[in-house]
């Protein structure tokens, strides 16, 4: 009985050759063994202990006819498939911020091992069903179809995992409107702050556009604004920024005026001294009455540089201290 064994991965430690079912003897993958003293007549030789990736051509066992003072020759031909194959990962990532690392694959459940957004890795494996997956994948980014997907590797060939994976911008644009009213608007303006991050600055009543900011819910702030001025409705604020697209959040600041108080001290003395007294205007406000000696304050007055008079003196009466009009410094809430 001869075998003879041709392919991929053949089993080196042969195989086992049986006579009608027993008399069991070893033989090489490419080998041979005889029977002495086998009874005339019609014999089954069957060859087993064949490897998983073998298989025997032919019928197995096959029947032979032993006849007197005669050798039966039997020949087994056993062919041999490779236990591993080449499996080819190839990535290809289209879209917006992709990610710059790249991702991982493993097959089986077994290490990762990296491969970039665009790129093609084979590696060998055992043969059969091979389960891969793909992994480090941004939130951004979507594999398209099955993850993780089954591979069939033929033994000895290639197979091929190709992953499409698509990714969408990270970021969008947010347009920050203010609209000021009132009196004493700050001069120097305001700024925008996005997440408690650092101030860009705004007019009073202006458009900034802040490209490129993380999509998601962010946190703006107006700040900057003067102790005269408030911001209508919240601040800081909730603005959702769509993905590669723009969203508006306007802020309506009114500011009132910054006012304080004008002291006014009289003091008359000489002779005939006009007993109604006189009238104190400030700027082009009603003049208010004040005696002869008295103290009256004038409340209400825009602060900075203001005239402040001394009306109907009697002629025989004059103001000797400085010059009448004169100009006082008003300070704010002073």
């Known amino acids: 009985m001869t075998v003879a064994t041709t392919g991929s991965d053949v089993d080196a430690d042969g195989y086992t050759v049986l006579l009608d079912g027993e008399n ?3 033989v090489g993958a490419n080998g041979s063994v005889t029977y002495s003293t086998v009874e005339q007549g019609a014999r089954e030789v069957s060859l087993t202990d064949v490897a998983a990736n073998c298989s025997v051509t032919g019928t197995n066992p096959r029947s032979v006819t032993v006849t007197a ?46 491969i970039g957004v665009n790129e093609s890795m084979t590696i060998q494996v055992s043969a059969g069903a091979r389960s891969v997956e793909l992994s480090g994948v941004a939130n951004n980014c979507t594999v398209s179809g099955d993850n993780p997907r089954m591979v069939t590797v033929p033994g000895g060939g290639t197979a091929s995992a190709d992953f499409s994976v698509t990714c969408v911008s990270t970021t969008g644009t947010l347009v920050v409107t203010t609209t000021t009213t009132g009196a004493d608007i700050d001069p120097d303006g305001f700024a ?27 946190m703006v702030e107006l700040t900057g604004v003067a102790g005269n001025c408030t911001v209508s409705g919240e601040n800081p604020r909730t603005v959702t920024v769509p993905q590669n697209a723009a969203v ?45 000696v008295d103290t009256v304050v004038v409340a209400g007055v825009l602060y900075q540089d203001r005239t402040v008079e001394l009306q109907d003196l009697a002629p025989n009466c004059s103001v000797v201290n400085g010059t009448n009009p004169r100009t006082v410094t008003v300070p704010q809430n002073g």
Do not use: H, K, W, Y
């Open 24 to 26: 069991d003897q070893a």
């Open 69 to 114: 003072e005669e050798t039966a020759q039997v020949m087994f031909d056993v062919v041999c498939v490779a236990l591993t194959g080449d499996l080819t990962v190839m990535t290809t990532t289209t879209g917006d911020d992709i990610d710059a690392d790249g991702f991982m694959f493993a097959v089986d459940g077994g290490t990762p091992q990296a």
């Open 192 to 218: 925008v702050s996005v997440d408690g991050g650092a101030g860009q600055a705004i007019a009073t009543t202006a458009v900034l556009t802040l490209n490129d900011t993380p999509f998601g819910d962010r």
């Open 248 to 292: 508006q959040t306007d802020f309506t600041i009114n500011c009132d005026a910054i006012v304080g108080s004008v002291e006014v001290i009289t003091s008359t003395t000489g002779d005939d001294i006009d007993p109604d007294g006189f009238m104190v205007a400030v700027e082009s406000a009603t003049p208010v009455p004040i005696g002869v």
